[in-house]
Structure formats: structure tokens, C-alpha cells
């Protein structure tokens, strides 16, 4: 029994023996140490100088805080260098590019260059292994920061073997200057006739009244405003306040891309009368074989104070055997009845007008013709009104 005690015990320590070793030996591994030198400006464009620093923050700022890698300090490193008359930002133009890195006391070299190629970068970069001369290369091309963020990855598993994530949602900036991007096309339809065109605030030129010939402007990649003016008669209706003011809007320019806008100016008066029409409708009767004629609508809409207005108009029209008509119409107003009956004898012509509420119900019957009944019904709103904009004025 003891010897059997002893040999569980035996195993039991043998195991425990190797998980520690395995354990030891991971723990063991030895740090890389990296020398981040730099990346210069290949495109001789000294415009894009500042990317420089910006590629070299980013790297330094996500390796930084890696397991496993020994980010050397940019300080010491100069201070080093200077003692022996080197340069950092020649040593990969230096054949002695390993020396270097011995005398730094670095494993790693890792640096290399960048080209602006219209709106993207191209970042290369060399990854040079001190002790045996081994070089790794690799790119990333793109617009926005992450391209930056992917070298930094790509470096950290070529040293240690675990992939890191170092892109965010936050990183897809664009890291080329807007004023330094090529501009792009802003195409602008209006059937306004010589309206003024206001440009970030600037006077532009004026429309050609043809809607479907675009003005084309050139713009600087950002944000931009447009305005167009052509008179205290013209521009935009907010609703449902009904409230005048001139068009203008903004909008985002990028580089290489067209923008197309139409402007939506209008004559108030043209505005306004669509939001007063409700409803408007007509019946022509032929004698003597017409029959009875029945319609009903649906009405809604929002007043100038934000509430809602609804309602139904029923029509009923029935000629008579003697050539008139009569008609009786239903209007319910929000929850309110409202019935009217009118006859129009063969000869004559009767109209009916009420204001209820917000709405005003027309109907017009005509018997004059012997063979022909004309009949003409409509809602309208009577808060909004041709001219209501020079009672106004513009918000403006």
C-alpha cells in the first residue's frame, strides 16, 4: 500500500515538475529589443513632411505598450549616435545598418518611407534583424489613419508572433492635410433665373435658368455652404411654421468625388398655393343618361402651430328628370359634422362658400347648358394665402 502512496506521489511531483518548466520556459523568453528609426518623405514633396512625424507617433504610440517588445527611447538612441558621428535618419542608407544596430543594443531596426500618391499614402517599411542581417519588408497603403495602425501590427507579429489589433472605429481619419488633397467637383442644378450663388459665404456667379445644365464649380476637399438669392419673391417655405427664407444648405467636398445638387427655390407664391389646395375636383354630366355621382376624400395636414388637422369631404350629385342637379356635400372637420344640400335648377348656377375651422368648402353647380351639368367642389386651407410671404417677409 506505502508503495503504491509513493508512486502516486512520485508521478504526482513529475507532473508538477513539468508544468513548472513549461511554464518557466515561456516566461523565459527574452524581450525584443526595437530601435524605431523613422520614415522619410520619398515623394520630395515637403508639404507632406509632417507625415513623418505623424507615421512615427502613431507606430511608437501602439508598440509602446506591446508584451514582449523593448520600444528603445529616441533620446538615448541620438545620444548614442551622436557619440560616433551617425545619423538615425541615414541608417538604412548605411551599409553598416547592423553595426548600428549593435551599437544601439538593439535585436531589431525598423524604419523605411512614404509616398502621397494622389489622395492615398504608400508607407513601406524595413524591419532588419541586427544579428544575422535578416530583412523583412512590408507596405500598407490607404487615406486614413489606420493604413499607420497596420504597420505598427504587422511589426509586432513579424516579433513576436501574436497578432494585436491596433485599429479602431476612431482611426479611420484621413491623414492628408484637405488643403494638400486634389479638389473636387461641385455640379449645381437650379431652373432659377440669374439667381445670385453664394459660396461658403462668397458671391460665386449666377444661375443660367436651365435646369438641366449644371453650374460646376472646383472646391478644396471639407465642408462648404451654397446660398442662392434671387429676390425677396423666391426661396424655401419651413413648415409647418410657413416661414420665408433663402436656400442654402451644407454639404461635404472629397477629393476626386462630384457633388450634385439641385436647389429647391421656388416662388412662394407657387409653394404656397400647393400647401393651401386640399382637395379639388370636377363632374361634367351629359343629359339625358347620367346617373347619381358619389366621391369621398381623405384629408390631413399640420397647422401653422403644429397641430394636426383631419377631416373627410363626401359629395353626392343627382341630376334631376327637368335637366338641374342637386347636390349635398358631408365635410367632417376634425370631429366635427358638417352637411350642405344645394339645387341648381336648369338655367342657373348656384356657389356655396364656408369657412370651418381652418378649411374653406367651395362648390359651384352650372345648369345654364341644356345638355350639360357642371359641377366643381374644393377644400382649401384659409390660414396660408397667395402674398402671405410679403406680409412676412423672410426670416432672414
Given at each position: 500500500?506505502?508503495?503504491?502512496?509513493?508512486?502516486?506521489?512520485?508521478?504526482?511531483?513529475?507532473?508538477?515538475?513539468?508544468?513548472?518548466?513549461?511554464?518557466?520556459?515561456?516566461?523565459?523568453?527574452?524581450?525584443?529589443?526595437?530601435?524605431?528609426?523613422?520614415?522619410?518623405?520619398?515623394?520630395?514633396?515637403?508639404?507632406?513632411?509632417?507625415?513623418?512625424?505623424?507615421?512615427?507617433?502613431?507606430?511608437?504610440?501602439?508598440?509602446?505598450?506591446?508584451?514582449?517588445?523593448?520600444?528603445?527611447?529616441?533620446?538615448?538612441?541620438?545620444?548614442?549616435?551622436?557619440?560616433?558621428?551617425?545619423?538615425?535618419?541615414?541608417?538604412?542608407?548605411?551599409?553598416?545598418?547592423?553595426?548600428?544596430?549593435?551599437?544601439?543594443?538593439?535585436?531589431?531596426?525598423?524604419?523605411?518611407?512614404?509616398?502621397?500618391?494622389?489622395?492615398e499614402v504608400l508607407v513601406?517599411?524595413?524591419?532588419?534583424?541586427?544579428?544575422?542581417?535578416?530583412?523583412?519588408?512590408?507596405?500598407?497603403?490607404?487615406?486614413?489613419?489606420?493604413?499607420?495602425?497596420?504597420?505598427?501590427?504587422?511589426?509586432?507579429?513579424?516579433?513576436?508572433?501574436?497578432?494585436?489589433?491596433f485599429r479602431t472605429a476612431?482611426?479611420?481619419?484621413?491623414?492628408?492635410?484637405?488643403?494638400?488633397?486634389?479638389?473636387?467637383?461641385?455640379?449645381?442644378?437650379?431652373?432659377?433665373?440669374?439667381?445670385?450663388?453664394?459660396?461658403?459665404?462668397?458671391?460665386?456667379?449666377?444661375?443660367?435658368?436651365?435646369?438641366?445644365?449644371?453650374?460646376?464649380?472646383?472646391?478644396?476637399?471639407?465642408?462648404?455652404?451654397?446660398?442662392?438669392?434671387?429676390?425677396?419673391?423666391?426661396?424655401?417655405?419651413?413648415?409647418?411654421?410657413?416661414?420665408?427664407?433663402k436656400w442654402e444648405t451644407?454639404?461635404?467636398?472629397?477629393?476626386?468625388?462630384?457633388?450634385?445638387?439641385?436647389?429647391?427655390?421656388?416662388?412662394?407664391?407657387?409653394?404656397?398655393?400647393?400647401?393651401?389646395?386640399?382637395?379639388?375636383?370636377?363632374?361634367?354630366?351629359?343629359?339625358?343618361?347620367?346617373?347619381?355621382?358619389?366621391?369621398?376624400?381623405?384629408?390631413?395636414?399640420?397647422?401653422?402651430?403644429?397641430?394636426?388637422?383631419?377631416?373627410?369631404?363626401?359629395?353626392?350629385?343627382?341630376?334631376?328628370?327637368?335637366?338641374?342637379?342637386?347636390?349635398?356635400?358631408?365635410?367632417?372637420?376634425?370631429?366635427?359634422?358638417?352637411?350642405?344640400?344645394?339645387?341648381?335648377?336648369?338655367?342657373?348656377?348656384?356657389?356655396?362658400?364656408?369657412?370651418?375651422?381652418?378649411?374653406?368648402?367651395?362648390?359651384?353647380?352650372?345648369?345654364?347648358?341644356?345638355?350639360?351639368?357642371?359641377?366643381?367642389?374644393?377644400?382649401?386651407?384659409?390660414?396660408?394665402?397667395?402674398?402671405?410671404?410679403?406680409?412676412?417677409?423672410?426670416?432672414?
Amino acid at each position: 500500500m506505502k508503495t503504491a502512496i509513493k508512486k502516486t506521489t512520485l508521478l504526482f511531483l513529475l507532473l508538477l515538475l513539468v508544468i513548472t518548466l513549461s511554464v518557466t520556459g515561456q516566461e523565459a523568453q527574452p524581450e525584443k529589443r526595437l530601435a524605431l528609426i523613422g520614415f522619410d518623405n520619398m515623394d520630395e514633396n515637403d508639404e507632406h513632411d509632417y507625415l513623418t512625424a505623424l507615421i512615427t507617433a502613431v507606430i511608437r504610440e501602439d508598440i509602446s505598450g506591446t508584451e514582449g517588445i523593448i520600444l528603445l527611447e529616441r533620446s538615448l538612441m541620438n545620444k548614442v549616435l551622436d557619440e560616433q558621428k551617425m545619423q538615425i535618419s541615414g541608417l538604412f542608407d548605411d551599409q553598416n545598418a547592423v553595426e548600428a544596430g549593435k551599437l544601439l543594443g538593439s535585436d531589431y531596426l525598423a524604419g523605411g518611407g512614404y509616398i502621397v500618391m494622389d489622395t492615398e499614402v504608400l508607407v513601406d517599411i524595413t524591419l532588419i534583424d541586427v544579428e544575422t542581417g535578416a530583412v523583412v519588408s512590408f507596405s500598407s497603403r490607404g487615406n486614413s489613419e489606420d493604413i499607420i495602425h497596420l504597420v505598427a501590427e504587422k511589426i509586432v507579429r513579424e516579433l513576436t508572433g501574436k497578432r494585436h489589433i491596433f485599429r479602431t472605429a476612431e482611426s479611420d481619419r484621413p491623414i492628408i492635410k484637405e488643403t494638400l488633397m486634389p479638389p473636387g467637383t461641385l455640379k449645381f442644378f437650379s431652373p432659377m433665373i440669374r439667381a445670385r450663388i453664394y459660396i461658403d459665404g462668397e458671391f460665386y456667379g449666377y444661375t443660367t435658368g436651365n435646369a438641366t445644365i449644371p453650374v460646376e464649380v472646383e472646391l478644396q476637399p471639407g465642408l462648404h455652404t451654397i446660398k442662392t438669392d434671387v429676390g425677396h419673391d423666391f426661396g424655401i417655405v419651413k413648415e409647418p411654421e410657413i416661414l420665408f427664407k433663402k436656400w442654402e444648405t451644407e454639404f461635404e467636398i472629397k477629393s476626386g468625388k462630384s457633388v450634385v445638387l439641385e436647389d429647391p427655390s421656388r416662388h412662394f407664391n407657387d409653394r404656397l398655393y400647393d400647401l393651401q389646395k386640399i382637395i379639388r375636383d370636377d363632374k361634367t354630366f351629359y343629359l339625358p343618361d347620367s346617373k347619381p355621382f358619389n366621391s369621398e376624400y381623405d384629408f390631413s395636414f399640420t397647422d401653422r402651430k403644429g397641430n394636426p388637422v383631419t377631416g373627410s369631404l363626401t359629395v353626392l350629385l343627382t341630376p334631376t328628370e327637368v335637366g338641374g342637379v342637386t347636390a349635398q356635400a358631408m365635410l367632417i372637420y376634425n370631429t366635427e359634422r358638417h352637411v350642405f344640400d344645394l339645387q341648381c335648377r336648369p338655367g342657373e348656377a348656384v356657389e356655396l362658400e364656408r369657412d370651418i375651422g381652418l378649411i374653406r368648402l367651395g362648390i359651384e353647380l352650372s345648369c345654364r347648358y341644356r345638355n350639360r351639368i357642371e359641377a366643381d367642389w374644393d377644400l382649401w386651407r384659409n390660414d396660408v394665402y397667395q402674398g402671405l410671404h410679403r406680409e412676412e417677409g423672410l426670416t432672414e
